[in-house]
């Protein structure tokens, strides 16, 4: 059985709570279209007046007012709202239209670039290349996904996702980058960075790691076999 993802679980707490509490819970989303690799997608700011948060996930479709989003559709982003500097509620719309614009470019952005990426990854690994929907990944990345979208080389056994930093979105547009990760590696290029340039670092990255992974369990075993020999002449 699979262990419960933190983020999935915390996704859970937050919908329970707003059904139970409406009065201390508000969702506002909007609509993010005009994406290469999914129809579209829907950021969806939560604020909890008892966390003292809004936090920020992003789900697949063009979701609106009344519809539903299950606790498993959502992607936790670590971009959150911050409007604590408002003066006044003009002001606080002004806000939260500047930044939620902030994260809906970044998004539009990332898309972009793994659009640009997909054929040069293709060409490079001699396969086709998937597009990986999912909300879970079956490799841990260095920094939180940006969005629910990924490229996948089944061949490789590689994945690549935007990824960003974490902060508030009153800081501006979230630094980002492309994860290029395996089962036990990975590295992050800068988003403008020429694709096909960043492809060949990593496998030269995963290279190197294959044969310093080869000469350790090499050396392991030449150890565990001097010991046999021990253990043969001086058994205890």
């Known amino acids: 059985m699979e262990e419960p993802s933190p983020h999935r679980d915390e996704a859970e707490e937050l ?75 003009q002001d606080a719309e002004q806000l939260y ?11 539009l952005a990332a898309d972009t670039v793994l659009a640009v990426w997909r054929q040069p990854l293709s ?6 290349v998937a597009v990986d929907r999912s909300i879970e990944l079956e490799v841990d990345l260095p920094a939180p996904r940006l969005m629910p979208v990924a490229l996948v080389a089944p061949d490789r056994q590689l994945m690549v996702a935007p990824v960003c930093g974490p902060r508030t979105l009153a800081e501006g547009r979230p630094p980002m980058g492309i994860a290029c990760a395996q089962r036990d590696i990975c590295h ?43 253990s043969d002449e001086d058994r205890l």
Do not use: K, N, W
Not at 57 to 65: E, F, M, P, Q, S
Not at 97 to 107: C, G, H, K, N, T
Not at 123 to 128: D, K
């Open 97 to 107: 239209a500047e930044q939620a614009r902030s994260l809906r470019d970044a998004l």
């Open 188 to 230: 992050v290029y800068p988003l403008p960075e020429d694709p096909e340039r960043c492809l060949e670092d990593f496998f030269g990255r995963a290279a190197d790691h294959a044969r310093a992974l080869a000469e350790r369990l090499a050396h392991q075993e030449a150890s565990v076999d001097r010991f046999l020999e021990l």
């Open 15 to 89: 919908l329970r709570a707003a059904l139970l509490d409406s009065d201390t819970a508000v969702a506002v989303a909007m609509r993010v279209r005009g994406l290469s690799l999914c129809d579209a997608l829907t950021i969806i700011f939560h604020g909890r007046r008892d966390l003292g948060t809004i936090q920020t996930y992003v789900a697949h479709g063009g979701r609106g007012a009344g519809d539903s989003v299950a606790s498993d559709e959502l992607l936790r982003v670590p971009c959150d709202l911050d409007l604590a500097d408002a003066e006044d509620r």
């Open 123 to 128: 060409e490079l690994v001699g396969a086709s």
